[in-house]
């Protein structure tokens, strides 16, 4: 019974962690939107469950890896599962972001985000190079090719949300170092996703899985990804001298790549509810995307002064925070149905 609750704990629990982050942090951004502080504190609730789930969902996993023999190599024979792991840099990201948020930067805490910014960084980087030789060289099934080989070069995007702070407080070669790798993993991300998200589009259109299917709302947080990217290097201003682009232009794209978003959120509210979708842990793949749509959204009202896109944030993150009792109810069948029928695995 023991060995059979940890092997549920794959890397793809670690979807429910960031699900949970992002909602957390879109309480955090509606409570600035709104000047309400009690939601201020709900997102503080959100962040601290995030960060226990992460925790416990990490050693269950790591005992998993350890501990069962014919389980130690079956992420890196499973592009999804690996892709996944992809998830844990993005944590790490966001978790450190959220707390600079809360608490502010002092010289420890700066220190300490600097040695996770590099970490997280060149794990997210070492992940995806890892996913690119399993595609070239793997014998690949074709349940594998979904939205979720996204993850790995999506992960090295989120980097930002760490520079940014970083990069304010600190100047000259540090500030130097992280800007020339946030650049560097924007043009990262952006083009592995033109080439991976093709692959993944090929193999979601070829093959409808309901397994799978939620985790085509991963290239809403793309396009936001490259959003929040582009607004947020618009800001280092004050440290870097030569920024390449001005504050219209990142208006401009911005809003061209917030168009395609609502396309994909909208197509994506429509398939959450299929009956197919029902019962797997991939919903959880709605949530950082979702928390990626509405800390763009936000980030480019404060931008371009368009109210409605304040009401449309609202939208979102009411969406996401009802999405999140979905993706529970969703956990639980799928816990039933590993207990009482055969393992997910299987």
């Known amino acids: 019974m023991k060995d059979r609750l940890i092997n549920f704990f794959g890397s793809e629990w ?3 962690a960031i699900a949970t982050l992002a909602v957390a942090q879109t309480f955090f951004l509606a ?34 890896g350890l501990t069962i023999h014919d389980k130690k190599w079956s992420h890196w024979n499973n592009l999804t599962r690996l892709s996944f792991i992809a998830l844990v840099p993005i944590i790490l990201f966001v978790i450190n972001h959220i707390t600079i948020e809360l608490y502010g930067i002092n010289e420890l805490m700066a220190r300490l985000s600097l040695y996770n910014y590099f970490f997280s960084y060149f794990l997210a980087l070492i992940l995806g190079v890892l996913l690119g030789y399993r595609l070239y060289t793997k014998e690949i099934n074709r349940n594998e090719i979904n939205y979720a080989i996204i993850i790995p070069p999506l992960s090295i ?14 100047h000259g070669t540090i500030a130097e170092s992280i800007y020339f790798l946030v650049l560097m993993g924007l043009g990262i991300f952006f083009f ?8 993944a589009l090929s193999g979601h259109v070829s093959n409808k899985s309901g397994s799978s299917l939620p985790t085509a709302m991963l290239p809403v947080g793309v396009s936001s990804l490259i959003i929040i990217n582009l607004i947020s290097i618009n800001s280092f201003g004050a440290v870097i001298d ?6 219209y232009t990142v208006e401009f794209v911005s809003i061209l790549l917030w168009g395609f978003e609502v396309w994909n959120f909208l197509v994506m509210m429509i398939i959450v509810f299929r009956k197919e979708t029902f019962g797997y ?11 990626l749509f ?14 409605i896109l304040g009401n449309i944030f609202i ?27 055969s393992h997910p695995d299987k």
């Open 242 to 247: 030569h920024l390449p682009f001005s504050i």
């Open 192 to 199: 592995l996703y033109i080439f991976i998200g093709s692959v």
């Open 14 to 16: 670690f979807g429910m």
């Open 31 to 64: 409570s600035r939107y709104m000047e309400n502080i009690t939601l201020k504190y709900t997102g503080e609730i959100f962040f601290y469950l995030g960060i226990i789930i992460f925790l416990v969902i990490f050693i269950l996993w790591t005992i998993r």
């Open 157 to 170: 995007g989120t980097s930002i949300f760490l520079a940014t702070p970083l990069i304010g407080y600190y």
């Open 315 to 341: 939208f979102i993150w009411v969406a996401l925070f009802l999405l999140w009792f979905y993706g529970i109810l969703n956990t639980y069948v799928f816990i039933r149905r590993g207990i009482l029928g």
């Open 294 to 307: 509405a800390t763009s959204t936000i980030k480019l009202e404060e931008v371009t002064k368009i109210v």
């Open 281 to 291: 842990l991939s919903v959880w793949a709605y949530g950082f995307p979702l928390g």
